[in-house]
Every structure is written in structure tokens, then in C-alpha cells.
């Protein structure tokens, strides 16, 4: 029996949580991102893997559809939420971070943009970008403009959502999320490209995506989130511009991430991270980065 809330619904958010903290900032992030669903009254579907099952409650008692994780994983929760969507008569979904509250103000845009488009791309705008933590907005800015550079993708492409239609649905559920090193990030990235090379229109969107300031907080200088802001740029590059599809225009500027990534040891120090950033800065600026 199919869902009434989703179909028929002209969006449903779709996201992937992961608790083991239940005093966790980000938490309660997550549970005012799923009350401003509710008070759009649009469905969200949650696919969680948290240990504690208060987790799922509390997120049922805001209003959200809670699945169990089959699958734990960036990708695959967003795959089992997708293809609930898809079971339940859903048409369109907007997948997003759970601590984004702001993502729901603009699904029902991005919907009238998937009667045209497979995948719409969901960017920040600048007053959004000034809200964010400052080194994640500095080594974002730095990929996205890589990414963008070499791969023709959207310049921001690294904010997070993506919507999509029924058939952009298809690149979600077909990427290999059961392959070693593939079930995180990679996939909002796969599935533009694919759509693309398949001749679908892929689209874009700026908007007001405002970090929480209480996620600002916890984020600025702390080195372990510095450190997985290096370690998401050096997954998501290194796959990404070994891509067949890179622009042979592009070729030294490819090379050159490359090979400062190849440069880096395993386990890089604090002060090492920094000073990788502010050198590949300097070296983009030859060609033609700006910030």
C-alpha cells in the first residue's frame, strides 16, 4: 500500500542520519531541519543508522518517515530513502545533509526545475557561503572551482543537495555504493556526470543554504573537523580528476592537484593541512583562481 504523504506530494526530502551522540549539536540540527518540513507540510524521509532508537523518535515525532539502515553509509541511506520514495508513488526528491534546516524553504523550486531537468544541482549563494565555518567555505571554494574547471560541474557543486526527477532517481539507485571506498560523497558528483553523459539536462540553483551558528561554533578551529575537510577534498579529487571526462584544456591543473595530493602522507599533521591548502591556493592562482 502506497503512501499518501509522498504520493502525489510535489517533493519529499530525502537524507540519511547517524546519531551515536544524542547530545550532539548536530542532533538538534536535525531535528529543526525535519520540523521545517512539517511546517511546509512536505514528507521527508529519513533512512537512519543510529545505535539508540530515540533517534528515530524524535525525528518521527517531528513529522518524518523513519526507515531502519540497511546499508549504513552516505550514499546507500540516500539510495534505500530514494527508492522508498519511488515505491510509495513519489515522483521528485530533494536529497540533502540533516543539519541543513534551510534546504526545505526551496524543494518546492527545485521541484518545478525536475519538470525539465534529471538532476538539479544545489548551490550557495554568497551571503550563505559567509555564514559557513571559514576554512570548510576555503577548501570548498578550492574544489568547487577545480571540479568546475576540469569537469564542467556547476561551480558549487560541493553544497550538498541535489534534486531529482524519476529518471535522474535512476543514476542515485545505480551507483556503486557496494564497491570499496565508493558509499560516501562521491556519488552527488557520479550522478550529475552520468546523467550528462546520457544527454539529460542537469541543472543549477544558488540559495540561501545558512549554516547554523551553533554548527559554525562547534566547526571553527577545531582541527578534526579541518582535518575531515582535507580528507573529503583528497577522496572526492583523487577519484574525481582520474575521471575520463576531465577537460584535456585542463590537463596542468589536473596534474597539478593531483600530484600535490600524491605529495601528502597519510596522515597529515594539523600544520601540514593548513600549509597544503595555502600552497595549492597559490599554485591555482597561476591559473586563474581568485579567492
Known sequence: ?????????????????????????????????????KGLELPLVVVDGSPDNKVAGALRARGATVLAARQPGIASQRQEGAQYVLDQGGDKIITHEPEKPSTPAIAREVADMLDDHSIVVVGRTERSKESMPPFQRRTEELAGWVLERTLGLPADALAGPRGYNRQGMQHLLRYPSDRPGMNNWIYMYDNPLAARANGERVGDIQADLMYPEAQVEQETGNPAFDRKRYEQFALQLNYL????????????????????????????TDAEIKDFFGVLEDKSRQFGYKN
Open 1 to 37: 500500500m502506497k503512501s499518501s504523504i509522498i504520493e502525489g506530494a510535489p517533493i519529499v526530502g530525502v537524507t540519511g542520519t547517524y546519531y551515536p551522540d544524542l547530545n550532539d549539536i548536530r542532533f538538534e540540527i536535525a531535528l529543526d531541519t525535519a520540523n521545517q518540513w
Open 241 to 268: 580528476l582520474k575521471r575520463p571526462e576531465a577537460e584535456q584544456q585542463a590537463a596542468d591543473l589536473r596534474k597539478m592537484v593531483l600530484g600535490s595530493l600524491a605529495l601528502m602522507s597519510v596522515k597529515p
